[in-house]
């Protein structure tokens, strides 16, 4: 077994100030919003990008699930390499991956250009999203850092939702190469942002090595379990299904053996024994598998049961999104007042009394009825996800910050991915009744979420 090794560094660290610190913000905002924003940006134009370059729909799927499978299967090693060698110096690397990504995505003819493009593009969001929450917290002073995880949580709001609405937009004056031809002058000035004001990482661990087996174990693992749950979305063979779930186990088995032998785990289960963290991402689960029932069952229910065109589907759902940018910052100043646990479970409540009005919404709702039924699960949302991702992060130790980063993107990516593969599943069992059990589903979540978030009460949270 690893034997733990000396913490050294600057152990009163206590953030940056003015005016570095609100450049630091800007170079993490904007490449957190490009690399969240580009999972789902070009859903919409798929369409398109099929018939341009002459390819079935089912193939031009692999344009989106490229991009998710490579993030879910480096997120965490990424993280441990940020721990390492430095949250800025992975971020930069993820930045500039990023960068060129867009533009080879930009520039490709043909499907398999595009996907290895897609593939290159999420290397580079996976490094950046594995270190933010970590540069989130050495950037900011202990007392502020409630406001610079509301911020942050606000940006990953925004961006987890705006893709189809920006994609339309930018659609209606060009072409699908400008979706990632509009990411090259936002990568090129954050990183030129990043560089000059980010800090390096206050403390680091003697004697630790990166372990590629490890990381080997982590990404088969990762990768068979996102596979198996995309499966469900496209109609693939029970049979390959469970020749994968098979796979799956007996590869988890292994890499879950072998970290619990480590001192400095990859899939960090350390922390997740610490009761407030495991719960924390237990919470982010539910919370993010009931935004993408919501998010993605939403516009089948206004297409087929309110017939709203797709730019009228866009602009209601933005609604959504809209409400966050004020309601996540509030939460975040609650932070120091309220204890996170309540935050949260009033914020879940609320969401899920809004996804219980979406279930049951009669057919003669007005748009003002939908748009505010859609706006209280968007405040609820912004509510749990500020005091949800601070306490996450303070109950782990700093030089442990960057692996406490990538379970907070993991957990989210994995209630993403979970949610559309539910609604998926919900279209095959229920047919056209499908959106309206998707929002009732979402509302039974967002329930269990909230008292899990609760339950978080008599629990201490760590300012270390």
Known sequence: MEQKGEIVGDLNWDGLHRPRIYYAMIATFAGLFLAVIDGTICNVALPTISED???????????????????????LPFSS??????????????????????????????LLWLVIARVFQGIGAAMIMSVNTSLVRIIYPKRHLGKGVGLNATIVAIASVAGPTLAAAILSVGSWPWLFA?????????????????????????????????????????????????AYSHDVSHGTIWAGLLLLLFVGFFYVRMQLHDAYPMLPF????????????VTSILSFTS????????PFMLVDTFHYE????????????????????????????????????????????????????????????????????GMGFGFFQSPNNHML??????????????????????????????????????????????MLLAGVLTL?????????????RVEK
């Open 270 to 281: 350390d922390l997740l024994r610490i009761p407030a963290f495991s719960l924390s991402v």
């Open 310 to 377: 797709a730019v009228g589907t866009g602009l209601l759902m933005t609604s959504w999104p809209l409400v966050i940018v004020f309601v996540a910052p509030l939460a975040g100043w609650l932070v120091g007042r309220v204890h996170p646990g309540v935050l949260g479970g009033v914020g879940l409540t609320v969401m899920s009394v809004g996804c219980f009005l979406l279930s049951f919404v009669p057919v003669d709702t007005t748009h003002f009825g939908l748009m505010w039924r859609l706006m209280l699960c």
């Open 53 to 75: 370059l002459q390819v079935s729909s089912s193939d031009s799927i692999w344009v989106i699930n490229a991009f998710q499978l490579v993030i879910m299967m480096t997120l």
């Open 291 to 298: 935004q993408m029932l919501v998010m993605i069952a939403m």
């Open 448 to 460: 269990c979420g909230a008292l899990s978030s609760v339950s978080r009460l008599g629990l201490a």
């Open 81 to 110: 390499l940020g721990e390492l060698f430095g949250y800025k110096r992975i971020y930069l690397y993820g930045v500039a991956v990023f960068t060129a990504g867009s533009l080879f995505c930009a520039l490709t003819s043909t």
């Open 182 to 230: 509009i990411n090259i002058p936002v990568g090129l000035v954050t990183f030129y942002l990043g560089r000059k004001f980010l800090p390096s990482n206050p403390t680091r661990v003697l004697g630790r090595r990166f372990k590629w087996k490890e990381a080997l174990f982590n990404a088969m693992t990762f990768g068979l379990l996102i596979g198996c749950i995309e």
């Open 393 to 438: 992060l303070s109950s782990a130790p700093p030089h442990r910050t960057g692996s406490a980063g990538g379970m907070l993107a993991t957990a989210r990516l994995l209630g993403q991915t979970t949610g559309a593969a539910l609604v998926a599943l919900l279209f095959h069992i229920f047919g056209d009744t499908a959106p309206h059990d998707a």
